[in-house]
């Protein structure tokens, strides 16, 4: 039983680990973005406080960034005309963690925005697809009659695949923040979903028809001297993945503010 349980934290380490070289990778290929570097001290008596200051520290950077992403709720009243290249954003209504895409634009409280790109070969071939999402779910729904209101953002769920069409090899993780505007300190409400099959679907499909994916908080994923895991993943990916998405939205938001300008 030990040893199973070894073996089953050994594997999400493994998964874990996979996924932050990826989303790293993908990101600074993409953005210029400044990683926070995580120094070790000369005291290595002092490590494991250290890493619970730096973990605060993150926290607290990932929070502000919810800030910043929330106040893009505008963006569920304005008609979306104009998107940057390779991105594709869509309204609808929440529904648990899914966001039902509607056709009326009326009444929406999420929005999905996903950014897609190729695996590039050592050629320049394209070997692959590669995709990046991001779902903010609202505490209100925006109409087009009352446009007073403020949504705040209640719930993100963020998505990353890959797909090697040489190798086979298969890349699926999904980050659920179920409290991004409440206390910093809430690894227990952030949920993450990986996939271990390499033949898997990315296609949605419901959690019980799925034997292999693994489903874990947050808060259960190792953080000592020997594994910072969870100061790794908040560091080198989530953070920049939700600065990546903060930009996006910016410039989603600017390109259509002035095709709305233009037109009046």
Not at 66 to 74: K, P, T, V
Not at 222 to 249: C, D, G, M, V, W
Request: aromatic residues 10%; positive net charge; charged residues 30%.
């Amino acid at each position: 039983m030990s040893q199973d349980r070894h073996s089953f934290k050994s594997l999400l380490g493994f998964v874990l680990i996979a996924y932050l070289f990826l989303v790293s990778f993908c990101l600074l290929a993409e953005e210029k973005i400044d990683s926070m570097i995580l120094h070790e001290p000369k005291d290595e008596t002092q490590y494991g406080s250290n890493i619970r200051r730096a973990e605060q520290t993150l926290n607290q950077t990932i929070s502000k960034l919810y800030l910043e992403i929330s106040s893009y709720s505008n963006l569920l009243n304005l008609k979306i005309k104009s998107l940057p290249h390779r991105t594709l954003v869509k309204k609808g209504t929440a529904k648990g963690e899914d966001c039902i895409i509607s056709t009326t634009e009326k009444d929406v409280d999420c929005i999905s925005i996903e950014q897609f790109d190729f695996i590039e070969g050592s050629f320049g071939e394209a070997k692959g697809t590669k995709s990046k999402l991001i779902v903010l779910f609202f505490d209100q729904k925006a109409s087009a009659d009352n446009k007073d209101l403020s949504p705040k953002l209640k719930k993100v769920k963020s998505r990353i695949y890959s797909h090697n069409y040489y190798s086979q090899d298969k890349t699926w993780m999904e980050v659920v923040d179920n409290d991004p505007l409440g206390n910093p300190d809430h690894d227990d409400k952030i949920i993450i979903r990986s996939e271990s099959n390499p033949y898997f679907s990315s296609t949605p499909v419901k959690t019980e028809e799925v034997g292999n994916r693994e489903s874990y908080s947050l808060k259960s994923i190792e953080n000592t001297k020997s594994h910072p895991i969870r100061n790794h993943f908040k560091r080198e990916a989530y953070s920049k993945h939700l600065q990546l998405f903060e930009k996006l939205l910016a410039r989603i938001l600017n390109f259509n503010l002035k095709t709305e300008n233009n037109k009046n």
